[in-house]
């Protein structure tokens, strides 16, 4: 297992600039998201990572597929503008040679993440929101598997499930991709969304080789007011990161870790700085 | 199934008043909290429900069980402390005749409920703070089963897993009480802290006659900063209410519905309105 920068974390680097930042801080592999790969062109975006050397952990992120649970029109033309940028997800995490591509399924229809419930125009129906990206994953995992991409479910903590990820457990995530080859959906195990989990270890275990990205980064307490940058550097909130980390490992997982932290005091910070902390922090208290 | 109010809804109203309160609306039964029968003086509050005609559906909370994963003599002491205060609430419970004893577990031993983490002094033992509850539990079901006291633990939504409760879901709930008769050791249905779990339904059903408690309110969507207070009137959240009740009555719950809301707006509200607000609600939004 080797550290992974997800450029999120170090978000006013540009995509080259994170890529040399991996480089010049000894890292193999990074994290990519789709908003940086647009601002630098997907052609020199992959251009970038191949002529550093640098494997790409994972695109973040596709997903927000629940929006097909409103009612009528308007639910069936969310729901296929949903699928239509998703396989552009697909294709750009082809093109990037992507570990996988990953995805946070989206919330309650018609709740949009991070503002307030809208008076009228949403869902209270979470098991039909869920249906939803069952429905979803069956026509994206084939034009993944056909492109040679994994998509990588993401069960987000439950303080998410109203408007970014009504997939909200390891192992929901895990029952969701059964009917699919394994290297067509995955599951990512992220220590923030996960660590309070009863089931956790039991379905670490389970997951094997269904684990597509491990990502870590701690939880702070209390939580900000912006729930949303309530991750911490590794080591500064409540997570024990030792058994997650053995846990992950002993599933069989061989991938890259990677930090993905958001977080306005990091962001604020000198990024040289940031990936320095990580790499110390991930030594002395991620690795068992 | 019959409305119960807890009186925390109320809370600017003393036990007397909110005794007085549920007569006047017509309700059956009410949720007492050990700091307003403190302050009415336990005697006293056994005579008032009684003369009432009252059902006590609850009587909250004991708890907080899990200090005693500190090291050293802190830790013992820490324990030896809270079982004492947990025989005193199921003696105060056993006064009262209350349908349960809610425990809300507690979180990390050394983490504060409300509180920024210590700089040292807490322990990331998540598995070891659960083991915790289980070895309080062992010391506290007979001594609850001789008095008559139905001990009913209550998972918290994982957002309070650092300092309230590290038991997180009904599973979990529900593995720790089967080594117990059902008449000592039930858990707590409360929507705000379930209604996001993808085994929701399916460990209502196995719970069956564990379900000692059934409490309603609405999860707000934003959490205000103080995630304490995120609880809402039924109907001002996310929460689809009718499935949810519909499957605790068909697991076999016949019990009281007890209105539990933290929430500043409705605490500085006219309390007789409040409560004309929750009978309205129930009926629309919370019955299937």
């Known amino acids: 297992m080797s550290l992974s920068l997800n450029q999120w974390t170090t978000r006013r680097w540009s995509l080259a600039e994170a890529v040399d930042g991996c480089v010049r801080h000894g890292l193999e592999a990074i994290g990519l998201w789709r908003e940086k790969v647009a601002e630098q062109g997907l052609a020199e975006s992959v251009r970038l990572v191949r002529a550093a050397g640098l494997r790409v952990s994972s695109l973040c992120r596709g997903g ?8 009528g029109e308007e639910g069936r033309t969310a729901f296929a503008r949903a699928l239509e940028d998703n396989r552009r997800a697909i294709d750009e995490a082809a093109e990037l040679a992507a570990a996988c591509l990953v995805l946070v399924v989206g919330g309650l229809p018609g709740v949009r993440p991070g503002e307030p419930l809208p008076a009228t125009g949403f869902t209270r129906d979470l098991a039909g929101a869920r249906a939803r990206v069952a429905e979803a994953l069956a026509e994206l995992a084939p034009y993944a598997g056909e492109r040679g991409v994994k998509l990588a479910l993401e069960p987000l903590h439950p303080i998410y499930c109203p408007d970014r990820a009504v997939l909200s457990t390891l192992g929901q995530a895990l029952e969701l ?8 959906v995955g599951v990512v195990v992220d220590t923030f969304h996960v660590w309070w989990d009863p089931r956790l270890f039991e379905d670490v275990a389970r997951a094997g080789g269904r684990i597509a990205a491990y990502q870590v980064c701690d939880y702070l307490h209390p939580l900000p007011e912006d729930v949303l940058l309530g991750r911490g550097m590794m080591g500064d909130g409540v997570i024990g990161f030792p058994p997650i980390t053995r846990a992950v490992r ?15 005091d ?23």
Do not use: C, H, M
Request: hydrophobic share 45%; proline share 9%.
């Open 250 to 264: 002993d599933a069989g997982y061989a991938g890259d870790v990677e930090v993905e932290i958001f977080n306005a």
């Open 64 to 71: 927000f597929l629940t929006a097909g649970g409103l009612p």
């Open 177 to 184: 991709s059964l009917p699919y080859p394994e290297e067509q």
């Open 266 to 288: 990091l962001w604020a910070a000198d990024p040289d700085e940031v990936v320095a902390t990580i790499k110390a922090r991930y030594r002395d208290v991620v690795l068992p």
